[in-house]
């Protein structure tokens, strides 16, 4: 039984999965665009293929992950795909069937990894902040 996919409802599903507003996902589509040609966008059955790549690309995401996202693969994938489960999936979301494409996203792996670096950065500005002010310290002292 093959499904009609609907392009519109894939892109409000993944833009309101990653918890993007529409008003948001405009201002990143350009200064044409407002909430209710992102609604008029969200209907369409089929969008082009330019069109596509601009919502892809605004999304952070493949158009192929859009094209071909699924909702119920989603939902299972996100109940089995979990520490000490013992369902396994591999594509969350997409239909990878007749195609080379295998998206797996992780937003919040990904969001721990750049906290870790920022943190990182952070600590080693203090350091260097604290260096300098040391260094004047010593400067003063010289001066004296």
């Known amino acids: ?81 979990y520490e000490g489960s013992n369902a396994g999936a591999s594509n969350v979301g997409v239909d990878t069937s007749g195609s080379n494409i295998d998206c797996i996203f992780h937003p919040l792996e990904e969001m721990l990894k750049q906290l870790e670096s920022i943190a990182k950065l952070h600590a080693a500005l203090l350091k260097e902040k604290d260096e300098k002010i040391a260094l004047l310290e010593r400067m003063l002292e010289m001066k004296k």
């Open 1 to 81: 039984m093959n499904k009609t996919i609907h392009h519109g409802r894939n892109v409000k599903r993944i833009r309101e999965i990653f918890g993007i507003k529409p008003e948001t996902f405009a201002q990143q589509l350009g200064s044409d665009w407002d909430k209710k040609k992102i609604t008029l966008l969200e209907s369409k059955e089929t969008i082009d293929d330019a069109l596509m790549e601009q919502v892809a690309k605004a999304l952070k995401v493949p158009a192929d992950a859009i094209k071909n996202f699924d909702e119920e693969k989603t939902v299972f994938n996100t109940q089995n795909n």
